[in-house]
């Protein structure tokens, strides 16, 4: 029997996990990437390019290596835990290289059409027409994954900034932001408090003789270094926190973040108190913001109401000088290749479990990536395309359309009640709770009390350490040899490469004894089982 052909399309960090889970379970894969390299939104390039992602030359991921990892190529040891662009481009070329990915890809071939089959009701088969070197040439695929991504189309909404067309200076969204170099001397105003946001306005403080930052409606500001100096997803993405989440009502999660946060410095004071609680929409990652604040390099701005020709006017009645503006305002998605059928995608882009189009009479077209963890994308994308696969090769099968639209229509809800109407919440996941419900659609979810009782040591870490990637290798399909040993041995290399000075040191630093973490251990197991059974 002929192997089943998959389009892959786009070579990011999706679709690279997306290739090699394809070949992992014997399906024959072809990615489409437009662009002349692999790395999709890691890939730094001078110029910003028309339909693809854009990052400035120093960005740097929110997230850490061991939450970062794909589940079964771990970061090499020596590498810093937060990384930049080019570390993270580093790591994605040695994973092409190791799982011998790149004679899968085509680069320079845009996806102009994906269409339903003349027989699709029977094969689920797709034509596809792709363009490259001119000429578009069509293929029949077996399945579609979609790993475009949500970085290409800008959203540059100037009819809520009245005056703006009559701005003398330089408007910009930040898509289009590079370096600080050419902002030197200039007054800016930085539009809007994402993570871009402040790391822009952090950045060009550096040069500009002002920086202004403008929000709406403020935020929570946290940072990469948690306490001990560790990254802040190795201490709270654990199952023993997420367990405790369940446990605790909303409100006091809340409170005990904010006082938290505000400990670190008092948001109120900085003017950055949000008008909403800290569960209720994503927070913004910055380390350095509360020191450029205090240091008035950048000063915190409420919502513009106009902009004059030379000046902003703010909702507080204030107003300043400004030579650039810089609008931060996100981005909107869209896969304008995929054919106008609500059977493929309704108005509402309908997802059962951010996968799998419901409508679709074959479930051959899956979506990878398209979601906004609260923690890392290669892990979650990476479980996406382990369990679509199994999908398409018929191992596992999805729900009635009456339940995969009540499972929809029950999410939203959630979200509707939990989170503000806005668009980047629409897609939010939580990364445990996501991670886990994948994990059991693929057979490969952690069995904690089985592993207590023959392997304790390894259950005490996957309970109380960090949930990384690793933990999803230890059984079912796609089961990795090393990943016990990843697991055990992840804390070394969060710590190596912090460690480039050697101390020596009179004795130990102080650990909790193995005993009493297994006593602990077993309680809590108790409190688990009850929490399910409840």
Not at 15 to 29: H, M, N, S, V
Not at 320 to 335: H, M, P, Q, R
Request: with cysteine; proline share 6%.
């Amino acid at each position: 029997m002929p192997r089943k052909r998959i389009a892959v399309i786009g070579a990011g960090v999706s679709g690279l996990g997306a290739i090699k889970t394809c070949l992992e379970e014997g399906l024959e894969p072809t990615c489409f990437e437009g662009s002349d390299d692999i790395g999709g939104l890691w890939r730094y390039e001078e110029k910003a390019k028309s339909g693809r992602p854009s990052i400035y030359e120093s960005a740097t991921s929110n997230t850490s290596k061991e939450m970062t990892t794909y589940s079964d190529y771990p970061f090499p040891d020596h590498f810093p835990n937060y990384l930049h662009n080019s570390r993270i481009m580093e790591y994605l070329r040695m994973y092409v290289q190791h799982f011998h990915l790149l004679k899968h890809i085509r680069f320079l071939s845009k996806v102009c059409s994906v269409r339903k089959h003349s027989d699709f009701s029977c094969t689920g088969q797709w034509d596809v027409i792709v363009e490259a070197a001119g000429k578009q040439e069509s293929y029949v695929f077996d399945g579609i994954m979609v790993c475009t991504g949500l970085y290409t189309d800008p959203f540059l909404p100037l009819q809520n900034f009245p005056g703006i067309k009559r701005f003398k200076g330089q408007y910009i969204h930040s898509w289009e932001y590079k370096s600080p170099e050419r902002f030197r001397g200039k007054k800016i105003i930085v539009v809007g408090i994402g993570n871009s946001g402040a790391d822009l306005a952090v950045e060009l403080s550096h040069v500009a003789s002002q920086v202004f930052l403008s929000t709406r409606r403020g935020a929570w500001i946290w940072n990469r270094v948690w306490d001990y100096g560790m990254p802040v997803d190795t201490i709270l993405f654990t199952r023993f926190k997420t367990v405790l989440n369940k446990c605790c009502p909303t409100f006091l999660i809340n409170r005990w973040a904010e006082n938290k946060l505000n400990a670190r410095f008092n948001h109120d004071v900085y003017g950055l108190l949000p008008q909403h609680r800290f569960l209720s929409h994503q927070a913004t990652f910055s380390d350095d913001l509360p020191n450029h604040i205090i240091s008035g390099r950048v000063l915190i701005k409420p919502n513009v109401r106009e902009f004059t020709e030379t000046s902003a006017i703010f909702e507080d009645s204030t107003e300043e000088d400004l030579d650039v503006v810089i609008f931060a305002t996100g981005y909107t998605f869209s896969f304008p290749f995929l054919e106008n059928n609500s059977t493929v995608l309704d108005s509402q882009r309908s997802m059962f479990k951010f996968v799998f189009p419901p409508q679709l009479e074959k479930p051959t077209l899956a979506f990878i990536g398209i979601l906004q963890p609260v923690g890392a994308t290669i892990p979650t994308s990476e479980l996406q395309s382990r369990w679509a696969v199994r999908v398409f090769k018929g191992l596992n099968k999805l729900p009635s359309v009456r339940v995969m639209m009540d499972d929809i229509r029950k999410k939203r809800k959630k979200i509707e009640k939990e989170f503000l109407n806005n668009p980047r919440d629409t897609l939010r996941v939580q990364y445990v709770d996501y991670m886990d419900e994948m994990a059991s659609e693929v057979g490969v979810k952690p069995n904690l009390l089985s592993l207590f009782l023959r392997d304790p040591k390894l259950a005490m870490e996957i309970f109380f350490g960090p949930c990384t990637p690793y933990q999803y290798r230890l059984r079912g399909p796609g089961k990795w040899a090393g990943a016990r040993r990843a697991i055990l041995t992840q804390r070394e290399r969060i710590i190596k490469p912090l460690r480039t000075r050697t101390l020596i040191r009179d004795q130990p630093p102080f650990s909790v004894p193995f005993w009493l973490k297994s006593a602990c251990a077993a309680l809590l197991f108790v409190l688990v089982l009850v929490v399910i059974k409840g």
